[in-house]
């Protein structure tokens, strides 16, 4: 019996082992800064400062996680930013969806009109400053909807999802839906949402993301300690390392060794911090990678 393998060419095993080069190097630049924090958090800060510690842990103290669970702050933080992504989340999907089926029916009147006017603000917009007066004149400032409402909605996220339901969802359906008597509502809630968890999942980790990671908004609009997110209490650790660092050198020895005592504790703190911050997200990743793929590949093949 003869075997039907292809004889692999010289120039197909080299483009294989570039390949493996490739992908093995791409794999440490990302998995390093990884390895590096966690390693980070759990070392020695005095080994951390000097460099010493470039990989692996070096005189290992769980301080910084003793510091983090002791620290009231900043599990209130965690809390609100919980609070901030759910919320935020849901009333993105609840805006999107709903948009992109609107902009990707071929009978709604005026579409090509609407999706222009939408184009227009991913180019052009207000400024910081008509932004901040919007939202105060709306009487948001140091409220949750100043974090939730001005970014509900990303056009870059409707022109995707609208792309998923015109490319995914066959017009055929939809005529069988109405002909039996659904409504376009029912239509949209009973046959297109159930069909279109792939984009769903998609958009709940693009919105979700972005919201955990969110800090400007807080730093604007909020003036309330007890309502910043979890990244905002992160800035402070850093913004507190950091004036510790450059002060340090100028002030009386005693005070500069109590700034150096800060700026080791706050380097233990910020890399534990930084790693409970990420949890969340790496936990919830693996079971949406498989619709996150489907979605990302089916909402970009045609626009």
């Known amino acids: 019996m003869h075997s039907t393998a292809i004889k692999e060419s010289k120039g197909d095993r080299v483009f294989l082992i570039a390949n493996y080069i490739y992908l093995t190097i791409a794999l440490i630049i990302v998995a390093y800064p990884l390895i590096y924090i966690m390693s980070a958090s759990i070392s020695n800060p005095q ?4 460099g010493e510690m470039w990989l692996f842990p070096k005189d290992i103290t769980f301080e910084g996680y003793k510091r983090v669970f002791q ?17 935020g989340t849901a009333l993105s999907l609840a805006i999107t969806l709903p948009a992109a ?28 400053i008509p932004s901040y007066l919007l939202v105060k004149d709306l009487n948001m400032v140091n409220t949750i909807w100043a974090i939730i409402v001005p970014g509900a909605a990303s056009i870059y996220n409707i022109i995707v999802t609208r792309t998923f339901f015109m490319s995914t969802i066959p017009r055929e359906l939809e005529e069988a839906a109405q002909i039996d008597g659904a409504s376009t509502t029912r239509l949209f809630f009973t046959v297109i949402i159930p069909l279109s968890m792939p984009i769903i999942a998609v958009m709940a ?19 309330d300690e007890t309502k910043y997110p ?20 100028i002030v009386e020895a005693s005070t500069a060794e109590a700034l150096s005592d800060k700026a080791e504790i706050a380097a233990l703190v910020k890399y534990a911090v930084i790693i409970i911050a990420t949890l969340p997200i790496i936990a919830i990743y693996p079971f949406l990678q498989r619709y996150f793929v489907q979605g990302v590949m089916i909402g970009s093949v045609k626009g």
């Open 47 to 50: 080994y951390v400062g000097s």
């Open 71 to 87: 620290e009231e702050k900043i599990w209130s933080g965690y809390l609100n930013t919980i609070i901030y992504t759910v919320l």
């Open 101 to 128: 089926y609107a902009m990707s029916r071929k009978d709604f009147f005026g579409r090509n009109f609407f999706m222009g006017m939408f184009m227009v603000t991913m180019f052009f917009s207000g400024g910081l």
């Open 205 to 223: 980790l693009f919105y979700g993301v972005g919201q955990w990671n969110s800090y400007f908004s807080a730093l604007i609009y909020l003036n």
């Open 230 to 249: 979890l990244q905002m209490i992160l800035r402070q650790i850093l913004v507190l390392q950091q004036m510790s660092a450059e002060t340090g050198s």
